[in-house]
């Protein structure tokens, strides 16, 4: 059993940077997949970025919507998973999730599912003003 705790968010001007934290308690935290996903209002919740357990030789995977200006890492000693985006835009306000899978997946995309991610924490607002 994983429980995940986001921290981090807040209200931000269009053009700043935030750094997501989610703390995850449990054992073999460097074993799992983690990911970031967002839920705007209205919209359905959606993949933002993903962090395969260390060994992994291409460990990390990005939304189109936030690649070139959003970094995810994990820090396996810590049993904690950043994300840090900048230039934020109005469009990146929602409520951001911390995720976890056990292990990896195959084929590409397949840590954008979703379902396939057993544990969530309870979010954090990211607010971004024009």
């Known amino acids: 059993q994983v429980q995940l705790v986001e921290s981090g968010g807040g209200l931000v001007q269009a053009g700043g940077s935030l750094r997501l934290s989610c703390a995850a308690s449990g054992r073999s935290f460097s074993s799992y997949t983690m990911a970031w996903f967002r839920q705007a209002p209205g919209k359905e919740r959606e993949f933002v970025a993903s962090?395969?357990?260390?060994?992994?030789?291409?460990?990390?995977n990005y939304a189109d919507s936030v690649k070139g200006r959003s970094t995810i890492a994990r820090d396996n000693a810590g049993n904690t998973v950043y994300l840090q985006i900048n230039n934020l835009k109005p469009e990146d306000t929602a409520v951001y999730y911390c995720?976890?899978?056990?292990?990896?997946?195959?084929?590409?995309?397949?840590?954008?599912?979703?379902?396939?991610?057993?544990?969530w924490g309870q979010g954090t607002q990211v607010t971004v003003s024009s």
């Open positions: 995720a976890a899978r056990q292990g990896v997946c195959s084929g590409a995309g397949c840590d954008r599912v979703l379902q396939d991610y057993a544990y």
């Open positions: 962090i395969k357990p260390t060994w992994i030789a291409t460990t990390t």
